[in-house]
């Protein structure tokens, strides 16, 4: 990562920020305030486990000398159920236990199922909303339209998840996708797209002016896709051609 200068060697600013060139090409402005704000946290996250670290080995030093961890959670089972045999026998006991278990789960299961249900409408609307409101997918996708967004669901939807009420991203490796513009920050949904589809081996069939022609372009044979012999799409053709293209690819664009 160099930094950009200007002809007469000045250091080009935008937004008051310095701006970076990645190896790629990839340009940014290095948020020099946030990184610093980045940096604090993070070493203040690091004393936490670090203190957390040590209190549990504090914690640990307690059962010094135990060394048949079975037998002693053995012996506090013997104990207890001497006190609770003043009351039921051992066999009462467990189908007491049993039953009591049973009565929470029946309360509590339909609460259960309604909070699966909230979370996974949640991620709907949050990732969903992601991709619809994509600017880099209505300007940047040479599918356009629901169409555009549909596809870029299909193929990266996956890679976005709800975590403590954000959209999270990963890459292909199930790593979290960091920002370039805001190291030690995670990448926002609509800079997370635009990485992810940076990252995909058809991006350039993917994006508006960027598909493969001329004579060395492959054409037809190899990116049809037919179905009973017919063609159905392919990958270098028209915008309607890469649709039908990924319909066939990925069956829950039809839904």
């Known amino acids: 990562m160099k930094l950009k200068l200007t002809a007469e ?3 080009v600013v935008q937004d008051g920020k310095p701006v970076y060139a990645h190896d790629d090409g990839k340009e940014v402005a290095f948020d020099a305030v946030g990184t610093v704000a980045t940096i604090t946290r993070l070493n203040a996250e690091a004393k936490g486990n670090r203190e957390r670290a040590e209190a549990a080995e504090a914690r640990n030093k307690l059962f010094d000398g135990i060394e048949d961890a079975a037998a002693a959670r053995k012996a506090l089972e013997l104990v207890a159920n001497l006190d609770a045999k003043k009351l039921v026998d051992a066999g009462e006991r467990d189908k007491a ?5 049973k009565a929470v789960e029946d309360k509590y299961n339909p609460i259960v199922k309604q909070k699966d249900t909230l979370e996974s409408q949640l991620h709907a609307y949050m990732v ?4 619809s ?3 880099y997918i209505a300007k940047k996708f040479a599918t356009e339209g629901p169409a555009g967004v549909e596809i870029a669901q299909a193929l990266f939807g996956k890679q976005l998840k709800v975590e403590d009420g954000k959209v999270v991203a990963y890459d292909a490796n199930g790593a979290k996708l960091y920002s370039r513009s805001r190291p030690g920050e995670l990448a926002d949904p609509e800079e997370a797209i ?5 990252a995909h081996p058809h991006k350039a069939h993917l994006l508006k002016g960027s598909g493969a022609t001329g004579g060395g372009a492959p054409q037809g044979g190899g990116n049809n896709v037919r179905t009973h012999g017919m063609p159905t799409g392919k990958l270098d053709g028209s915008p309607d051609e890469r649709t039908a293209y ?3 690819k990925y069956p829950e664009l039809k839904q």
């Open 133 to 135: 409101r994509s600017e």
């Open 194 to 198: 635009e990485l992810l589809v940076e």
């Open 246 to 248: 990924f319909a066939s």
């Open 97 to 101: 236990i049993a039953q009591a278990i």
């Open 128 to 131: 969903g909303g992601a991709f």
């Open 9 to 11: 060697g000045h250091a």
